[in-house]
């Protein structure tokens, strides 16, 4: 996949673990497990909001796109 | 998960392709059993059917072994009419029909028996891999890739199997033409070819693309967070 999901580095800024971030945002552990580790197809606006809501940040700050893994695909 | 109830179409299937399956296996060792026992011992009463696509081992009281396979004939009758509707000729045109006659072991027999072997065989892989599918359908995860290939590969072996059988058919057509005369009628060598068989195999092809593309859609529906 060419866009990496930087979920990783925004939990450890904050102080967070991935357990508390899916009990505020309600979302499964497991599906934020899956996001975590870049093995996702495709991300709701409605994750990506409450995302940005509870870590306070920017979707930029979460996504990024790599071009040396875009050429692999 | 179990996602079908007891009385579903997917567990009566189910159901229905294991007592084929097993009337199958248990066809396929007898018709061994029988061809082993006839090309080593010397044993009377049995005979070897060879009616492609349906194949089978029948006991029957003769004094040897018979085969019977597929003939193609002309007949050299007379004049056909029906003066009731005012035609007054008519043709009997593509007459179909199975010829019967003792057989001694021979390369004859033997080809006849790995026919009859491969046609049980390749009816018995076909419900296996059907069986396979619905036990997914059962389990609520009817799209996956394995299903995908399993059913193309059904759809191959059904419009490759009409060109076997069609030339099967040829072939016992032509056998007869060469060796047997009778009076009245002619034996031909015609392939017998279904374009319908063919058309069903590109169905289940069609069918086969369309599971590919929703195992796809699945996958991207299940890693969407």
Redesign the interface.
């Known amino acids: 996949m060419a866009i990496r999901v930087k979920l990783d580095h925004v939990l450890l800024d904050r102080r967070l673990t991935l357990t508390e971030l899916a009990e505020r945002i309600g979302i499964t552990i497991a599906n934020l497990s899956v996001l975590k580790t870049n093995k996702a197809r495709a991300i709701r606006f409605s994750t990506l909001d409450a995302l940005c809501r509870e870590l306070e940040c920017q979707p930029s700050d979460l996504l990024e796109w790599t071009a040396e893994e875009a050429d692999k695909a | 998960m179990n996602v079908t109830r007891p009385r579903s179409p997917a567990s009566f299937l189910i159901i229905l392709m294991n007592v084929v399956r097993l009337a199958l296996a248990i066809v396929l060792v007898v018709t061994v059993a029988i061809i082993g026992l006839a090309l080593f011992a010397d044993i009377r009463g049995l005979e070897l059917i060879v009616v492609p696509p349906s194949f089978g081992v029948s006991p029957e009281s003769h004094n040897n072994w018979t085969v019977t396979i597929p003939v193609s004939v002309a007949v050299d009758s007379g004049r056909i009419a029906a003066p009731s509707i005012g035609i007054e000729r008519a043709e009997l045109q593509d007459l179909r029909g199975s010829l019967r006659f003792p057989i001694h072991r021979g390369s004859f027999f033997i080809l006849n028996s790995f026919l009859l072997i491969l046609g049980i065989g390749a009816g018995l892989w076909l419900t296996t891999q059907l069986q396979r599918v619905l036990r997914t359908v059962r389990d609520g995860k009817p799209f996956a890739r394995a299903n995908a290939t399993r059913v193309r590969w059904i759809a191959w072996v059904v419009i490759a199997g009409e060109f076997v059988r069609a030339t099967i058919v040829y072939l016992e057509n032509s056998y007869a033409a060469t060796h047997f005369t009778a009076e009245g009628l002619r034996f031909t060598a015609r392939p017998d070819f279904s374009v319908v068989a063919i058309l069903e195999g590109l169905i289940i092809l069609v069918i086969a693309e369309v599971l590919r593309v929703g195992t796809r859609l699945d996958?991207?529906q299940s890693?969407?967070?």
């Open positions: 996958e991207d890693l969407t967070v």
